[in-house]
């Protein structure tokens, strides 16, 4: 396991299609996080889980985004009804619980890049 | 609300000059976290630092090193004897001491461009 591994790279998508990405995280961390970034800025928070629970998730995460980890394992971030202000780069990362309640870092995945047309 | 500021949207050196990339930040956290991320073109971010709230020491790096100053809620980078691989994206985040949480808050991006 070399690191976080997002699929697809690159993904374009008709306005109002859904899309479906999906994050494997490092295996024995147990807290992954999702990420969107657009052009010229930095990422922003979307949501978080610990293990297969969704702890929180941000306002930018309109009822159109449902984020799932299924086991604590890998996660899937899911756009429906997909408009073209959801194009960007989503970004997850994951981090381990291991030194505890130190922050340790994040380890981010290269990203998928969606493309809205 | 927590926030970061990169005040330097873009940075052009020339190899081997010193170049220090500036980070700004709010927030009503007691404890916290900084941190330097670089986004190379390949989009994916290298974690750089992690400096909690509590230690004010400077660090360095090999060429790297980061200036943190609480009185002036200020957490700069300085990259020393620039390379053209240090050619880069650098966000600075913040986070706050959520049961260890990453719930990063970047700043909008520092481009560096090291020129041969």
């Known amino acids: 396991d070399t690191g976080v591994s997002q699929n697809p790279r690159h993904k374009i998508t008709k306005r109002g299609q859904n899309v479906t990405f999906r994050c494997d995280p490092i295996?024995?961390?147990?807290?992954l996080y999702w990420y969107r970034q657009t052009l010229g800025q930095g990422p922003e928070f979307l949501t978080y889980f610990q293990n297969e629970a969704q702890l929180e998730k941000s306002r930018l995460l309109s009822d159109r985004f449902s984020a799932e980890r299924p086991k604590g394992s890998f996660s899937t971030l899911e756009i429906q009804r997909t408009e073209q202000g959801d194009s960007a780069m989503y970004l997850c990362?994951?981090?381990?619980?291991?030194?505890?309640?130190?922050?340790?870092?994040?380890?981010f995945g290269q990203g998928t890049r969606l493309t809205v047309v | 609300a927590q926030k970061v500021t990169q005040a330097q949207t873009e940075i052009s050196v020339v190899e081997k000059e010193d170049v220090t990339l500036d980070c700004v930040y709010e927030t009503r956290d007691t404890t916290y976290y900084l941190f330097w991320y670089k986004q190379p073109p390949s989009g994916e971010l290298v974690f750089l630092i992690r400096r909690n709230s509590f230690d004010e020491q400077n660090e360095i790096s090999g060429r790297y090193s980061w200036n943190f100053q609480k009185s002036t809620s200020s957490f700069n980078f300085t990259i020393t004897a620039s390379q053209v691989v240090d050619s880069a994206v650098y966000f600075c985040?913040?986070?706050?001491?959520?049961?260890?949480?990453?719930?990063?808050?970047f700043g909008q991006g520092t481009r560096l461009t090291i020129n041969p």
């Open positions: 985040a913040l986070s706050e001491a959520d049961q260890g949480a990453q719930k990063l808050v």
């Open positions: 295996s024995e961390h147990n807290r």
């Open positions: 990362a994951s981090s381990s619980e291991v030194d505890r309640p130190l922050n340790t870092e994040a380890f």
